[in-house]
């Protein structure tokens, strides 16, 4: 069925299908599979080149894999809830996922974005959209945690983001669904001129990371898809692609697709600085949600924002150009020196690359081509820098080497094609397998790439591995493009689905890794750091248990007189002061999921015992030769009895 679906597809294409049948057939010759797998091979007990961080899609999280060897190392919980920790069911976590919806354990997580100095990836932090719920997340990547989610209001559909600007200044959100701005209940067949896409910058602190809103640009309806932002001349702007200029509101796959082209929407936001600061922005009144974790006592807080700086276009000349652009357009990517901005105009055979120095040219000319809701349209012929004919059918991303080749990812024609700016030919291919949608080189988006390998991420696996019933893997694969051409060396099932991926150097991570919490430093006002220390105390019907972890034991380990209809917290400090030794605790018949505790942390878990009896409370995480004894006992006597509460240890 498949091939036979990919024949057709290759016929219709003639030249292009023999140049692919052809470089195929080379290739298998020229590499043997255990050549490719000695390339692959990390030998026990050494570590990977580079950390990849894949997006998990509608997982919401992000997945670490060490490259080349495809090993998972971790999941990195973001936007959902994950029972292998508690995040999201610790109390202490809780508070990262409350938006102006009330509280969200879940969202679909594209696109990864690793924190950069001067265009090159930094190692610092590694920032994520969830699309469902405009929200962007930060990890800190000496702690691979989450420690900071922050929503995007009056945006629908957070796609077009995080992207950085070169020195992150800057992350980007923008809607992908447009909305009535303010929110608000109207017909959607009114869509047209009265629905708004929201082109939004989250400034990012450079000491401390944090974010927080700095403006948004009110822009037409249109569904604004993917972006980037330049680099060197470049710098000053990002770049959107936006897909639905026709602004129709049902029947996207038709009435999406009518117009010949598109646009790259062009935003300076420099200017966009100034205009704030002449005082040319509006506050517009909406709450929303900047969750950040507290980093001394590890518990997350919410600060409720109450209005967003709003810029309209109309009022800040200089601010957005449109830049025609083939056929819906969906990624749009700048390649390493920032004169080239690549879309991938999916439903186009052809790529038509815009040259940004000829766009400051004709923007400087006013060589404009009309405009869209007074947002002049740069003339077409005046912008292009050449076209790549004949490419492939569905190109949507592109990442770059640092020779000057643009590996571009085509989803129809199911292939990574590898193709030169300086004359824009098509100079190798790759079939995937199968139906590619990122692409991700190391550093494949920063000034200087790495020429190592490139990641194609896949949507379908079809009959690459074990069945596993109605849902199959996702799957990357991993191939090298350090020579002339492009060869496959590796499969590897993902997590989720993975959008983007992000891939970095290991050691410019790897040394920031931390291995424990100084247990001194620890704020919480409920840790316990010592045993002397523990106890269990009662404020009416809530009781809370200050509790210790140390190998191999709880203390205490043995409390009497928590009574049914009590709401119980319990606080576990782990005293543990060495790498890799967290303690996990649960509790008979909680609701949540247990709770992993970092050497040096303190997490609370809440339970609530429904009948009376003596139930067990043990710890899951193998710590040590005597993990299977650390566990203990809670008595609850019913609720009108009079056993007093009493907690011991060894006794
Ligand atoms: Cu192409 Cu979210 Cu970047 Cu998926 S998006 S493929
Ligand atoms: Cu502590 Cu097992």
Not at 231 to 251: I, M, Q, R
Not at 301 to 322: H, K, N
Not at 459 to 476: C, F, H, M, V, W
Request: contains cysteine; proline residues 6%.
């Amino acid at each position: 069925m498949r091939s036979r679906r990919w024949l057709l597809v290759l016929l219709g294409l003639g030249a292009l299908a023999a140049g692919l049948v052809l470089a195929q057939g080379a290739r298998t010759a020229s590499r043997t599979a255990s050549d490719a797998a000695a390339r692959t091979f990390v030998p026990p007990g050494q570590h990977d080149e580079y950390y990849g961080f894949f997006s998990g899609g509608f997982n919401g999280q992000v997945s670490v894999v060490g490259l080349p060897s495809g090993r998972t190392l971790r999941v990195i919980p973001v936007f959902s809830q994950h029972a292998e920790n508690g995040y999201g069911y610790s109390e202490e976590t809780k508070a990262l996922f409350n938006t102006s919806h009330g509280p969200v354990y879940w969202d679909d997580s594209h696109h990864p974005q690793l924190s950069r100095t001067n265009g090159q990836s930094d190692g610092r932090w590694l920032f994520i959209n969830g699309n469902n719920t405009p929200r962007i997340a930060r990890i800190d990547l000496s702690t691979f945690e989450t420690v900071e989610i922050i929503e995007i209001p009056n945006v629908g559909g957070n796609h077009p983001s995080p992207f950085a600007t070169a020195n992150t200044e800057y992350l980007v959100a923008g809607s992908r669904f447009s909305q009535p701005v303010p929110q608000r209940d109207m017909p959607v067949a009114d869509y047209k001129g009265n629905f708004k896409g929201m082109l939004t910058f989250v400034a990012v602190d450079p000491d401390s990371g944090e974010m927080s809103l700095a403006f948004q640009v009110m822009m037409p309806g249109f569904d604004y898809d993917l972006a980037h932002c330049g680099k060197g001349p470049s710098a000053d702007w990002c770049f959107f692609t936006s897909y639905n200029v026709e602004e129709a509101h049902t029947l996207l796959e038709v009435n999406a697709s009518q117009a010949d082209k598109d646009f790259v929407t062009a935003v300076n936001w420099r200017r966009a600085e100034q205009c704030v600061a002449e005082g040319k922005a509006t506050e517009l009144p909406v709450r929303y949600a900047h969750n950040i974790v507290d980093e001394a006592s590890g518990i997350a807080r919410t600060e409720w924002l109450e209005s967003a700086t709003v810029l309209d276009p109309a009022d800040c000349e200089g601010l957005v150009y449109f830049l025609p652009t083939p056929k819906s357009p969906h990624g749009v990517d700048v390649d390493p020196t920032g004169e080239y901005i690549v879309p991938g105009g999916k439903l186009s055979a052809t790529i038509a690359v815009h040259s940004f120095s000829k766009m400051l040219q004709a923007i400087e000319n006013r060589d404009f081509d009309g405009d869209a809701y007074g947002i002049p349209i740069l003339n077409f012929d005046a912008i292009v820098a050449g076209q790549v004919e004949r490419a492939c059918l569905g190109p949507l991303h592109n990442e770059f080497d640092s020779k000057g080749n643009v590996y571009t990812s085509c989803f129809i024609t199911s292939e990574i094609i590898k193709w030169r700016l300086s004359d824009f030919q098509v100079v190798d291919r790759m079939p995937v397998y199968y139906s590619i949608g990122h692409l991700m080189i190391p550093g494949g988006d920063n000034v200087k790439p790495s020429d190592s390998y490139v990641v194609a991420l896949n949507k379908i696996t079809k009959d690459r591995y074990l069945p596993t019933g109605p849902e199959l893997t996702q799957s990357a694969q991993l191939i090298d493009i350090s020579g002339n051409t492009m060869e496959m060396l590796l499969d590897f099932p993902t997590l989720g689905e993975p959008h983007y991926a992000q891939g970095i150097a290991a050691d410019l991570v790897a040394p920031n890794s931390k291995q424990i919490y100084a247990l001194a430093d620890n704020t919480h006002p409920y840790a316990t750091k010592s045993e002397a220390d523990v106890r269990v105390e009662r404020d009416g019907d809530v009781v809370h248990v200050y509790m210790t972890s140390i190998r191999s034991h709880f203390a205490p380990d043995v409390i009497e007189g928590i009574k049914v209809g009590d709401t119980v917290y319990w606080h576990v400090t782990n005293l543990e002061q060495d790498w890799d030794v967290p303690h996990g605790f649960a509790v008979q018949g909680m609701e949540a999921a247990n709770i992993l505790i970092m050497p040096g942390r303190t997490l609370t878990v809440k339970w609530e015992p429904k009948a009376p009896g003596v139930y067990p409370f043990y710890c899951t995480d193998f710590c040590s030769a005597l993990h299977q004894e650390m566990q203990g006992y809670v008595r609850v006597p019913p609720a009108d009895s009079d056993v007093a509460l009493s907690w011991s240890l060894g006794q």
